[in-house]
């Protein structure tokens, strides 16, 4: 597993919902809410980076979300998140999304090994849609508690 540690300061602000994972069925909580945020972008004409987030924060709490292109006047409903990591690692999955819970698995037992200590937020940031599953590119972002 290829983990890289970054030194560099991660910032986004996104537009979007959020909602409570039930019986950590993440999939079925998080699409429902990006589907509601694609239909104010669209309804709005927000212009978008493209490219759809899901922040895991505490108590089970899931964000969705897209990073603006550009400020818009009217937001509706997007609520805004500020993400802000200094400290954290990342992990570029290529495959289908459905491997996403086996990695997230395997990337925590990772840092636990190395002494890390997780903490919230982490994310996922989703690549363009590829057609072909095995091309498809997730980035996961977890952030981590400073070392003492």
């Not at 698995?105 to 690549?127: A, C, H, S, V, W």
């Amino acid at each position: 597993m290829n983990i890289i540690d970054s030194s560099v300061p991660f910032r986004v602000t996104l537009f979007g919902h959020r909602g409570v994972i039930k019986d950590r069925a993440v999939h079925a909580t998080a699409k429902p809410l990006l589907d509601k945020v694609w239909k104010a972008v669209h309804d709005r004409r927000i212009k978008t980076k493209g490219i759809n987030h899901f922040v895991h924060l505490p108590e089970s709490t899931i964000f969705t979300g897209v990073e603006l292109k550009e400020p818009a006047s009217d937001l509706g409903t997007l609520e805004a998140l500020d993400i802000s990591l200094d400290h954290y690692v990342s992990y570029q999955h290529v495959g289908p999304y459905s491997a996403l819970g086996g990695i997230w698995t395997e990337l925590m037992e990772t840092l636990r090994q190395r002494g890390d200590k997780p903490q919230f937020p982490n994310l996922e940031i989703y690549g363009h849609w590829n057609e072909n599953e095995a091309k498809c590119e997730t980035t996961i972002v977890v952030g981590l508690a400073k070392r003492k």
